[in-house]
């Protein structure tokens, strides 16, 4: 255990895009950070569950993969000198004075003058599907994310979930796998329009074979590499599919872990905020991307973006207090930078 002692301006507790890009915002008004996130990378669920997938919403990014915009958003931040506390869990947030104490599992502490949260929903896992034995499989043939396509080049695969993950890594893994076979209890899936009409039409052509409607029964193998998946109807029928590897996609589980116990205003697990500034019940600390709630709310990277920006320029007085703060672009300002 750590007992390693830091003082700065903010803490910002969750490595995600919009985390990363509150590093930037309070950068620009001279605000130092410390990042704290229970992974050991930056990236939160991008960099975790699906770096190789492109996003299409980033403004200026007509296509980015998750990873990319990962890696550019740190690359964005580093003029300003951030320091990180990967692979730890914020453990304890209580006031000190005119500040916060962040205690984290790894013993460290923090004293900042303020806190902006940015731990998407929390701490998350996969949902397991109940099968006997699983567990022996998990990370050798069963996996619940996928890191790189080419690990699954010419595999067989079967994916197993009717929403948008399951349908969108079938489609990124046409032509890569030798064999893909999708799960699902009912024909129709929940993902996105496009996306559920583009898997039908390479079922149609052969490429991925549509296994409905059928759930998981059973897994086969031994010695933790699969050789094939047992899915059964609702009346019973079994059917094995030779397999190499299986995905399945049925959802995280969400925690909010010591979060829920900060006395912040919570509605259904999301912290309440004011959208003006993101400013929880507790002043001083403010949630910004998925965590965050307020009426309106959407939650896209693009809207955590500008909830980063809105926070920081929130906390800028409590960190400052009584400066004269003049409004600036940064077409004018330029990247001021901070000693390290």
């Known amino acids: 255990m750590s007992s390693a002692a830091h003082e700065t301006d903010v803490v910002i507790i969750g490595a995600g895009p919009?985390?990363?890009?509150?590093?930037?915002e309070c950068g620009m008004l001279r605000m130092r950070c410390h990042v704290v996130d229970a992974l050991d990378m930056a990236g939160g669920q991008c960099a975790a569950l699906y770096p190789e997938k492109p996003i299409y919403d980033i403004p200026g990014h007509p296509k980015i993969d998750a990873a990319d915009l990962v890696d550019r958003l740190v690359e964005q931040g580093a003029p300003f000198h951030p320091?990180?506390?990967?692979?730890?869990?914020?453990?304890?947030?209580?006031?000190?004075?005119?500040?916060?104490?962040?205690?984290t599992s790894a013993g460290t502490r923090i004293l900042a003058r303020a806190v902006i949260v940015a731990a998407g929903v929390g701490a998350f896992g996969p949902n397991r599907p109940p099968l006997d034995g699983i567990e022996a499989y998990e990370g050798r043939s069963v996996f619940y994310m996928v890191k790189r396509r080419e690990d699954l080049r010419g595999k067989r695969v079967v994916i197993a979930g009717g929403g948008d993950s399951a349908v969108d890594w079938a489609l990124a893994l046409a032509g890569?796998?030798?064999?893909?076979?999708?799960?699902?209890?009912?024909?129709?899936?929940?993902?996105?329009?496009?996306?559920?009409?583009?898997?039908?039409?390479?079922a149609k052509q052969g490429e991925i074979e549509l296994v409905v409607p059928y759930q998981l029964s059973g897994l086969a193998g031994s010695d933790g590499r699969l050789t094939g998946v047992d899915v059964a109807t609702l009346d019973g029928q079994v059917r094995r599919l030779d397999a190499d590897v299986l995905l399945p996609f049925f959802?995280?589980?969400?925690?909010?872990?010591?979060?829920a116990?900060?006395?912040?205003?919570?509605e259904h697990s999301h912290?309440?905020?004011?959208?003006?500034?993101?400013?929880?019940s507790i002043p001083g600390i403010h949630a910004i991307g998925d965590i965050a709630t307020y009426p309106g709310k959407l939650k896209l990277i693009l809207s955590g973006f500008a909830e980063a920006a809105?926070?920081?320029?929130?906390?800028?007085?409590?960190?400052?207090?009584?400066?004269?703060h003049h409004f600036e672009y940064s077409t004018?300002?330029?990247?001021?930078?901070?000693?390290a």
């Open 261 to 266: 116990e900060w006395g912040l205003d919570l």
């Open 176 to 202: 890569i796998a030798d064999q893909i076979m999708v799960v699902h209890r009912r024909p129709k899936f929940r993902a996105a329009p496009e996306s559920a009409a583009r898997l039908d039409a390479l």
């Open 83 to 103: 320091t990180y506390h990967f692979g730890q869990q914020v453990t304890g947030l209580a006031p000190e004075g005119d500040r916060f104490r962040v205690e």
């Open 18 to 24: 919009v985390g990363l890009f509150a590093i930037f």
């Open 251 to 259: 959802g995280l589980a969400m925690n909010l872990g010591p979060i």
């Open 271 to 280: 912290i309440a905020v004011r959208p003006e500034t993101c400013a929880s």
């Open 310 to 324: 809105a926070a920081a320029h929130a906390i800028r007085d409590r960190v400052f207090p009584g400066e004269v």
């Open 332 to 339: 004018t300002q330029g990247v001021p930078g901070l000693a």
